[in-house]
């Protein structure tokens, strides 16, 4: 069975510092890995997707990078701002099932 | 354009009453999903639909949830004889068909935040 673990749970940081949040999976037979933001009493909103065949992707400020032999991805923030507040989740498509199995994610607080 | 929408927003029901939460996905996502979103639980898959083909119903906890599908567009998603537990927000999702060993992006909805007192 399939486990996603994010470390830290929570996280505060101070305005403009780079931050790096962690994803684990127990089991590297993946389509994909998604990274999600989720806004207080909000729905998630898709930041990045990486394939199961590639090792990162990038969007503005935000990087997603992809080991599937060491069952882990990374999301960079650069340059944090207090908008970037939010709880970020991690998910991974499985193989063979047509579903996102998630992480309890990484609640972010950007402190000005 | 339009993303998915959901409704109710937020629903309160009494324990054993019946609710129905409604889904609208992207206009051309074949593929729809629905998620549940409870406190100590994380986010949990329930059941997937894709075009005309059987669903995936595995994720659904107890018989007392069931969802359907018209015409390959809106979903409902049922719970009969509601209990506390049944308490959360419910997510759905929606996607372009998925190939082979290509997973596309999912887009979710709002959420319906079900409250059962």
């Known amino acids: 069975k399939q486990e996603v673990t994010q470390i830290p749970a929570a996280l505060s940081v101070p305005e403009g510092e780079n931050l790096v949040l962690n994803c684990s999976f127990t089991?590297?037979?993946?389509?994909?890995l998604q990274w999600f933001r989720q806004d207080p009493g909000k729905g998630l909103t898709s930041l990045l997707l990486?394939?199961?065949?590639?090792r990162e992707q990038t969007s503005g400020r935000l990087n997603a990078s992809l080991d599937k032999s060491s069952g882990r991805s990374t999301l960079y923030i650069a340059a944090s701002q207090p908008g970037d507040s939010a709880t970020y989740l991690c998910a991974v498509g499985i193989q063979g099932a047509q579903k996102l199995v998630f992480g309890q994610g990484t609640r972010l607080t950007i402190n000005p | 354009g339009a993303g998915v929408s959901q409704s109710p927003s937020n629903k309160v029901t009494e324990k054993g009453k019946d609710v129905e939460l409604r889904c609208d996905p992207i206009s051309g996502h074949t593929a729809l999903y629905w998620y549940r979103q409870s406190l100590g639980q994380g986010l949990e898959f329930l059941i997937y639909?894709?075009?005309?083909?059987?669903?995936?119903k595995s994720g659904l906890p107890s018989d007392r949830f069931s969802a359907e599908r018209t015409g390959g567009s809106v979903s409902t998603l049922t719970i009969q004889r509601t209990q506390q537990e049944d308490s959360a927000v419910y997510l759905c999702?929606?996607?372009?068909?998925?190939?082979?060993?290509?997973?596309?992006?999912?887009?979710f909805g709002p959420g319906t935040r079900l409250t059962v007192t």
């Open positions: 089991d590297s037979a993946i389509y994909n």
């Open positions: 999702a929606s996607s372009l068909r998925s190939w082979g060993l290509t997973f596309y992006e999912q887009y």
């Open positions: 990486i394939q199961s065949s590639q």
């Open positions: 639909f894709q075009g005309n083909s059987a669903p995936d």
